[in-house]
């Protein structure tokens, strides 16, 4: 599997250099982590989270637990501390938004906690949990 990813990893990389491509003819203003505004020493990571309006709560720059709730019921806090970063607009269906897609957030954190909600997003629905502040 990891020989895949590693191959995936190549072509695409590959693949960005091309004229055409998106990463090829982007316009001038940096890289993406510069226009997101990521904090240094972070990452930004996509989030689904499952209940739309819970997502529709929070903006850039709010700080929010990403909770993951596997099958059986259980719940654990997989990124503490996220940072909000960017919504990207909802995405819909020809009947209009699908409530069961989720909304995808962009959230600040740190690489190895990337990996997890990247992980946790496979095996659990995910949602936030807004702390006082």
Do not use: C, K, Y
């Amino acid at each position: 599997m990891a020989a895949g990813l590693a191959f995936v990893a190549v072509l695409a990389a590959g693949s960005a250099l091309r004229p055409g491509s998106p990463a090829h003819d982007r316009p001038e203003g940096g890289s993406p982590a510069s226009r997101l505004e990521i904090p240094s020493g972070l990452v930004a990571a996509p989030v689904r989270v499952a209940e739309p309006s819970v997502a529709e709560l929070v903006g850039a720059g709010d700080v929010v637990d990403v909770v993951a709730a596997d099958p059986r019921g259980r719940a654990f806090v997989v990124a503490p501390g996220a940072i909000v970063v960017r919504q990207p607009p909802a995405t819909s269906g020809s009947f209009g938004p699908d409530p069961l897609a989720g909304v995808v957030l962009l959230v600040a954190v740190p690489e190895t906690t990337a990996l997890a909600l990247a992980g946790a997003t496979v095996t659990a629905q995910l949602s936030l949990v807004i702390p006082a502040e």
